[in-house]
């Protein structure tokens, strides 16, 4: 049972495995010797696969500390179907800790579906995309604020009026999430693009974040989870749609976001899901001697749905993200 398999990427085949719970090494080709871990359960009876991602982000840990917990708490012979889980989906960003790979200083979020002979992002998001997204009936990734900024608990999900995003919005209701946000439009290169690219429903989680995993944040991810194999029928048991405190609307982009004008030390002067009015200031820039450097200000009103936590920040750098009342 705690025997982990290597095998090589392209070999990865979960129905010839057969049922049971399994540990597997993708090893990725390339000089640098890259693997993904594999956590998967195959269910007793058929049904449908859920696909979930964490550690896309390598400073986003929560959800690798919930994938692994699901994992070791789910029995092969109670599931119909399977539990697809990539818990380090970016091995060397999260071995740096870091939000990008310091191999490419690429984010993996922004190159999906990859390339067979691009950079070690670039492969790891093309195996991610024909290996493991392709084999989904529904994409559930977990991010959260990572090192640098804080969000509320928020699912977000495919907000488009086609089959792929009803799917995904009936999903994000039964996450149970105190906070809902609509994407009528994605940007390009994410996982969660792969999917809607191929008509794979989903759903991504992110949460406070702050490099601590506290048992609230734990459970939001790991009760999430389980809500969402049992909305698919994966485990048994039924999910009550829990309606959200907060829906939002709007592009979830993190790139833009209201950006540093200058390098400095940023004092915030909101909080998450506040409502902001155009020309609010939502913080200033200090310098070493406490003397405002620049004062952010919003430029159009809204709600504050992420921030920057981590105080140092360079020019260009995000540092609030706007959204609106769905
Ligand atoms: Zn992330």
Do not use: C
Not at 67 to 88: D, N, T, W
């Amino acid at each position: 049972m705690d025997e982990v398999r290597s095998i090589s990427a392209d070999q990865f085949d979960p129905e010839a495995l057969g049922p049971g719970a399994h540990r597997l090494r993708l090893v990725l080709p390339g000089p640098e010797g890259v693997s993904l871990p594999v956590l998967l359960i195959t269910g007793h009876s058929p049904g449908k696969t859920l696909v979930v991602l964490a550690g896309v982000h390598g400073d986003e840990v929560e959800g690798i500390r919930a994938l692994q917990e699901v994992f070791a708490s789910l029995k092969p012979e109670r599931l119909q179907g399977r539990f697809l889980a990539i818990p380090v989906a970016n091995p060397p960003a999260t071995r740096a800790g870091r939000r990008t790979s310091p191999q490419d200083d690429q984010n993996l979020a922004r190159v999906f579906p990859g390339r067979r002979e691009g950079t070690v992002t670039e492969r790891i998001a093309s195996i991610l995309s024909e290996t493991i997204i392709a084999r989904a009936d529904f994409l559930l990734d977990l991010h959260s604020g990572g090192i640098a900024y804080e969000f509320p608990f928020l699912v977000g999900y495919d907000g488009s009026d086609t089959e792929w995003g009803r799917a995904s919005r009936e999903a994000a209701f039964a996450f149970g999430a105190p906070v809902l946000w609509a994407h009528p439009t994605i940007p390009p290169g994410r996982s969660i693009s792969e999917a809607a690219r191929r008509h794979i429903p989903w759903l991504y989680v992110e949460a406070p974040g702050g490099g601590r995993i506290t048992s609230a944040v734990l459970t939001f991810y790991t009760r999430g989870v389980r809500r969402l194999l049992a909305h698919l029928r994966i485990l048994s048991g039924s999910v009550r749609p829990r309606p959200p405190r907060w829906h939002l609307l709007g592009e979830g982009d993190l790139d833009r976001a209201i950006l540093s004008p200058t390098s400095g030390f940023f004092v915030p002067l909101v909080r998450v899901l506040d409502r902001v009015r155009p020309g609010q200031t939502l913080g200033v820039l200090r310098d070493s001697f406490g003397r405002t450097r620049a004062s952010i200000e919003a430029p159009q009103d809204g709600r504050v749905v992420a921030r920057r936590a981590f105080p140092i920040v360079a020019a260009g750098e995000p540092l609030v993200l706007l959204a609106h009342d769905a």
